[in-house]
Structure formats: structure tokens, C-alpha cells
């Protein structure tokens, strides 16, 4: 979290000028935190897809019985390889959020699911509501009287259960 001594809020007190310098200076620290980010995840990619260090013998004595459980060669393993595997294991003993880890990772995520299916609502209302403005548009243009009953839609999610 930032600092809050840090931050200088834009107010009517301050130049434009100073509003535009204080901005620049937050967008170019935005863009080193990214870089940064960036850099981080590049490096925990390459090493969760390096290979098994064979010269660590206690390690792949304990994690060779997993790895051949789920029929994964020891030699072609890799470090993620074997953090899924111990994941799954958890999951398999009844860790709940391990479980959950495993069901998000495949993309079988519930909360994805509703994002998604929230998405689609509100695109519907949207449409909905710009062909709703059109029609008024129309209406007022064409200047039918306003005693006239439109048409209502009602949009229901699809909630799974079919039907």
C-alpha cells in the first residue's frame, strides 16, 4: 500500500501545472511497479518449468512416489509438476482450499462462472436499454401520444437448472 504521507491529492489549491507533474511522476512509478511485476513472474515461470535438481537426493526421494502415483516421470518433471502434485495430494486428504485451488486451476471456477454469467446480464440490460431510448427517440420524433403503452421484457438468467 502506498504511503499516505505520499500522496498529494489533486485540489483546487494546486496549479495545473503541479496536477500534471504529479501525475506524470505517479504514471512513471506505475510503470517501473509493472516492469517489476513483469520481471517477478518471468522468473517464477522459468523456475517452476526448470527441470528436477537430481543433485538434491532427499527432495526427489520425497516427492518421486507422488510424481510416479499421477504418472509423472521423475526425470521429465519439473518444480510445478511437483507443487501441483503435492496440491493435489492435499486436495485428495480433504483440504478444502486446496481442492478449490485444483477446480480454479482446471477452469472449472464457480465465481468465473457468475463473473461471466453477470457480464452477459448486463450487456442484455444495456441493449436493452439503448433500444428502449431508440424506441422513446422514435416515438417522440414520430410525436405519438404518450398514452401509449409500450412493451415490456423481462430478461432471466439462464441459472443452469434448464428448463
Same mark, same amino acid.
Request: proline share 2%; charged share 35%.
Given at each position: ?12 489549491? $494546486?496549479?495545473?501545472?503541479? #496536477?500534471?507533474?504529479?501525475? !506524470? ?6 510503470? &517501473? @511497479?509493472?516492469?517489476? %511485476? ?41 518444480? $510445478?509438476?511437483?507443487?501441483? #502434485?503435492?496440491?493435489?495430494? !492435499? ?6 482450499? &486446496? @481442492?478449490?485451488?485444483? %477446480? ?60
Amino acid at each position: 500500500m502506498a504511503n499516505e504521507k505520499n500522496l498529494i491529492p489533486f485540489t483546487s489549491d $494546486q496549479s495545473h501545472d503541479e #496536477a500534471v507533474k504529479n501525475g !506524470k511522476k505517479g504514471g512513471v512509478a506505475s510503470g &517501473a @511497479a509493472r516492469r517489476r %511485476r513483469k520481471t517477478m513472474r518471468q522468473t517464477l515461470n522459468a523456475l517452476l518449468g526448470a527441470g528436477l535438481d537430481v543433485s538434491e537426493q532427499e527432495f526427489v526421494e520425497k516427492v518421486t512416489p507422488r510424481l510416479l502415483a499421477l504418472g509423472i516421470d521423475v526425470e521429465d518433471a519439473t518444480y $510445478q509438476d511437483v507443487m501441483l #502434485a503435492g496440491i493435489l495430494m !492435499k486436495a485428495i486428504r480433504g483440504d478444502v482450499r &486446496a @481442492a478449490e485451488f485444483i %477446480r480454479d486451476t482446471g477452469g472449472d471456477s464457480p465465481h468465473l462462472d457468475m463473473k461471466k454469467q453477470e457480464l452477459k446480464l448486463r450487456k442484455e440490460e444495456l441493449r436493452f436499454r439503448q433500444e428502449l431510448e431508440t424506441k422513446k427517440a422514435a416515438a417522440e420524433a414520430s410525436g405519438s401520444e404518450e398514452g401509449e403503452k409500450e412493451t415490456v421484457h423481462i430478461y432471466l438468467p439462464d441459472n443452469g437448472r434448464g428448463g
